[in-house]
């Protein structure tokens, strides 16, 4: 396969994934986003940045599809029992705690706009919380938690008071 | 400078990996650049405003949600520049043990929350109290 771009990736990634879970095996993300790799740049190893960053991105692509997997894994292979959700608790909440913290970027560049476009005490507590949140937190409880009242508007009424 | 960068990016890492897993896996290297990034950010919105420029021009006037998805396309740009900037390869040749790991963990809180401290006394000073 030429290329090696995102799209590349996620797709080999996904065929692997459906070799694995047909053949029941349920394979690691190492093994995907070698694969995915191996697509990207025809096995060899990155040679320049340019390269270097296709694979990544490749790689990305790859980890999302054996995310896509492991989700639909419990679901499709026999073993759920009557009430269970069709999710492999472990790994999303593997994966939560890592996106939370990629939405936490998010959450501390918009923090950082409100405090400059109304600069209060408010503001600068609002961006404090949302740079502690995300240096910090990676229980997926405490971030589902984080994420009800950032959603609900809670912490943005409770720092409009200041 | 970018051996003690690549430092703060595997303690933050490192914080994020769970015991199953590696600190060298693909997502918990974007997310230990996620701090590098977070911390570039301050520094040049701090800069944009002591030059009397508007970092945040572009947001100017929008929605919550639209900021916020203005944002993570920026951000979704800014990744792959930090990834050529601090490659994987570069960053598996560095090994630490768990102390240094998280020194450089507490390291990265205590810069990225000076940063904020002076980002907020900068807007405070140029822009004054509402």
Request: a negative charge; charged letters at 20%.
């Amino acid at each position: 396969m030429q290329g090696g771009n995102f799209y590349d990736g996620f797709r080999q990634g996904i065929i692997v994934a459906a070799f694995n879970h047909l053949q029941h095996e349920g394979n690691g993300t190492e093994d995907v986003v070698a694969e995915a790799e191996a697509s990207s740049d025809g096995g060899g190893d990155p040679k320049g940045p340019k390269q270097k960053v296709l694979s990544e991105t490749a790689k990305v692509g790859g980890a999302l599809a054996d995310v896509v997997e492991n989700v639909a894994e419990k679901g499709t292979d026999g073993t759920l029992k009557a009430g269970e959700l069709p999710v492999n608790w472990g790994k999303v909440s593997k994966i939560a705690s890592k996106g939370g913290n990629l939405l936490g970027v998010v959450s501390v560049v918009d923090a950082a706009f409100d405090l400059y476009d109304k600069p209060s005490w408010g503001g600068l507590g609002k961006v404090i919380y949302e740079t502690a949140g995300f240096i910090a937190i990676k229980n997926p409880y405490v971030l589902g938690a984080k994420v009800f009242v950032d959603i609900t508007g809670i912490s943005d009424w409770t720092f409009s008071k200041f | 400078m970018k051996q003690f960068c690549i430092k703060l990016i595997l303690g933050f890492a490192n914080y994020f990996t769970r015991k199953d897993e590696s600190i060298y896996d693909t997502f918990n290297l974007i997310v230990g650049r996620n701090a590098i990034i977070v911390m570039f950010f301050f520094l040049l919105v701090t800069i944009l405003i002591l030059l009397g420029f508007n970092p945040f021009y572009f947001l100017e006037g929008k929605e919550k949600l639209e900021r916020m998805g203005i944002i993570f396309v920026v951000y979704l740009i800014t990744l792959p520049i930090f990834m050529i900037i601090f490659p994987s390869n570069e960053i598996m040749a560095v090994e630490m043990v768990e102390k240094e790991l998280k020194y450089y963990y507490i390291l990265n809180a205590i810069i990225l929350f000076s940063l904020v401290i002076i980002f907020a006394l900068v807007t405070f000073i140029k822009k004054g109290f509402l």
